[in-house]
């Protein structure tokens, strides 16, 4: 039983261009989403998160939108850069000590 | 700031023997510290949640008795492999929690265990 489901294993992308990667989740009481980059062979690094209680949060080129009635949050890159080719993974928590990973997207910014 | 480091980063053993990776949060004291393992292609998989000087919790399916976890103070974890065997290759990863709730977890690099 998958939770957490991002949809989409790949994603392509011209550099400048925005990316958009979606997830969607089945349990309502997460209330706390986070989303991760990760490259082979290494650990996930944190890029943002947020709280049930609001519907967008913005760090930079990052941008997290959350859409509770449809259960689906997105994250936004703009502008995309190849540096940002990876895998994404969006996590959800229950406030508890537990994250919940989504199947991951991967990202290929080409020039 | 936040660096969790995990050792060794790969590692071949022989089937039955068991193998042990170490999880250390470097510049901050982790509340809670977390075993995950990632199949090829596939999500990360919570197997337990240790926090310092208690037992484990661990996620359902996973059987306790083979991978032994110790969280000895809070700048350390282990897991050990017992009596490994070929499907126990897998790469390992850990977080560390320095909070309560452990929302925003810092992961270590990952381990490769190969077990031949």
């Known amino acids: 039983d998958q939770q957490v489901k991002q949809n989409s294993p790949s994603l392509s992308v011209q550099e400048g261009r925005i990316s958009i990667l979606n997830c969607d989740y089945t349990n309502s009481m997460f209330d706390y989403f986070l989303w991760y980059k990760k490259y082979p062979a290494e650990g996930p690094t944190f890029l943002i998160s947020?709280?049930?209680?609001?519907d967008k949060n913005e760090d930079g080129r990052f941008t997290v939108f959350l859409n509770k009635s449809a259960k689906h949050l997105s994250l936004h890159i703009v502008p995309s850069q190849p540096g940002d080719s990876a895998v994404y993974f969006c996590?959800?928590?229950?406030?508890?000590?537990?994250?919940?990973f989504g199947t991951g997207t991967r990202l290929q910014v080409f020039p | 700031g936040a660096v969790v480091s995990q050792h060794p980063s790969w590692v071949i053993c022989k089937s039955g023997t068991s193998v042990k990776i170490e999880c250390r949060s470097l510049d901050f004291q982790a509340t809670t510290m977390f075993w995950y393992r990632q199949f090829p292609k596939q999500s990360l998989m919570l197997m337990a949640t240790?926090?310092?000087?208690?037992?484990?919790?661990?996620e359902q399916g996973v059987e306790k008795d083979k991978f032994l976890i110790n969280h000895a103070s809070l700048t350390l974890s282990t897991l050990t492999v017992t009596s490994a065997h070929p499907e126990d290759s897998s790469f390992y990863i850990c977080?560390?929690?320095?909070?309560?709730?452990?929302?925003?977890?810092?992961f270590g690099p990952g381990t490769r265990l190969t077990v031949t």
């Open positions: 947020i709280s049930s209680i609001k």
């Open positions: 240790s926090n310092e000087g208690s037992k484990a919790t661990y």
């Open positions: 977080s560390a929690a320095p909070d309560r709730p452990s929302y925003e977890q810092y």
């Open positions: 996590a959800a928590s229950l406030n508890t000590d537990k994250l919940i």
